[in-house]
């Protein structure tokens, strides 16, 4: 299970910010709103207690098996989640051409429609070799959409039969995935209704991609479902995550609006880029519940230790108090080095020599810590004592929770995102869709234009 040291976030050690009494003097509000969370069954915590979207993705295991690459177009909470997946619980040179993945997939994710990036991916695959399952929980995400249409004229030129190597993963009922599918016969999976995007990576959206590399998704919903009795049933001052909806409340109440979130592990660096999304659209609210103009959220960021420490540490240390850091950290690696005790009469090499090179990885992220500590910046730490699906499960689990509990705590709607939609509008106008005309007119102002 995972493992929290929050003893660099209160004032005890760092001088400044809340004490852990002060924290705890509210911590029966924010047990009250993790509990209310928990009770009202949000659907991501709903699919944990059925076996039924696992079962779905195994259902579809010959046939994921007798493909070598398994492409992903979609993107936001379609693609982030089965990235984080992929890198952190696949070897780092997974899908390198020689690697003996022992008859599993490789998995691509295209999330995005820069046509260098797109073609770096369909250049490089055998099409007969390659399933696409295109995930769009709307069906109708410009990104995505475009992507299939791109692959599927690609298939159907190709002379292959094409619902042979599609797979929709949508709404179980509406969009134009279902329709399509239903047309052509193609294969689907389903998208809960009541789960959204950034919250879908333990349904069919994350499941299925990782299945079909191996990874035990049995093993990932067990590491959730442990996590939530761990986080429902733990007394409020023991409670990482009632302590840090707390402290991360106090860092918004008191100007810190940016968190970052820094994995000292290249493996553990993409789960930052699900967390960024998951922070991002579910807490940057203009309203609150009773529909009064608020502005919450904190900017999420994310650094990698110990590559980041010679490019960001020195404005988190001298620049301004406006962050909360997170610390990811691994105690185990797959594999490790002895660094070679060479150069033994040059002071500035020998210390290194004989020592693990994770022994100097995670002292550099606890001497991070510390530094910090030291200039009044705080941070949480959390350790994964080993980089397996439980462990994984549970951290996933941890943030929906945590990014729950916090919508609660800032009574705002962390499900949903009406800040993304005027944009979308927009390019359809600018894309030629119809009824979407007005919304150019509206927000460009013709007679003003200043173009360098
Ligand atoms: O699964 P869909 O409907 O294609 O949406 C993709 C992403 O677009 C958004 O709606 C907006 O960015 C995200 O919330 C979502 O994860």
Known sequence: MLKFDFSLA????????????????????????????????????RIL????????????????????????????????????????????????????????????????????????????????????NIISKSGTTAEAMANYLIVRGMLDKSGLASAEHLLFTTDPEKGVLRVIAEREGIRTLTIPRDVGGRFSVLTPVGLASAFAEGIDIKALHRGAKKGLERY???????????????????????????SVMMPYSN????????????WAESLGKK?????????????????????DQHSQIQLYNE?????????????????????????????????????????????????????????????????????NEENVGEFILYYELLTATMGELLRINPYDQPGVELGKKITYGLMGRKGYEGFLKDYINDNWRLEL
């Open 319 to 387: 620049g301004p108090k406006d962050k909360i850091i997170t610390f990811l950290r691994l105690e185990t690696f797959s594999v490790d080095f002895e660094i070679p005790a060479l150069h033994n009469d040059i002071e500035a090499l020998s210390y290194l020599g004989g020592k693990a090179l994770s022994t100097l990885l995670n002292s550099e992220q606890y001497g991070t810590a510390l530094a910090l500590a030291k200039n009044g910046v705080p941070s949480l730490t959390i350790t994964f004592p080993e980089l």
């Open 10 to 45: 209160f004032k005890e050690n760092i001088g400044t910010g809340p004490t852990y009494e002060e924290i705890l003097e509210r911590a029966d509000i924010a047990l009250g709103a993790l509990n209310k969370v928990i009770d009202n069954q949000p659907g991501f915590i």
């Open 267 to 278: 493996r553990l660096y993409l789960l930052a880029d699900w967390y960024r999304q998951l």
């Open 287 to 307: 309203f609150d519940k009773d529909g009064k103009e608020i502005f919450a959220g904190q900017t999420p960021v994310k650094a990698l230790g110990a590559v």
């Open 49 to 132: 207690g059925t076996e039924e979207y696992i079962e779905e993705v195994q259902k579809y295991a010959s046939w994921f098996s007798s493909f070598e690459n398994i492409v992903v177009l979609g993107i936001g909470g379609s693609a982030l989640g089965n990235i984080a997946l992929h890198k952190s619980l696949k070897p780092i040179n997974w899908n390198s051409p020689n690697f003996d993945r022992e008859g599993k997939a490789r998995v691509f994710v295209v999330d995005n429609i820069d046509p260098e990036f797109v073609d770096a991916v369909l250049s490089k695959i055998d099409l007969s070799k390659t399933l696409f």
């Open 232 to 258: 429902k049933n733990q007394k409020a001052s023991e409670n990482p995550l009632v302590l840090n909806a707390l402290l991360h409340l106090d860092a918004m109440n008191s100007g810190k609006r940016i």
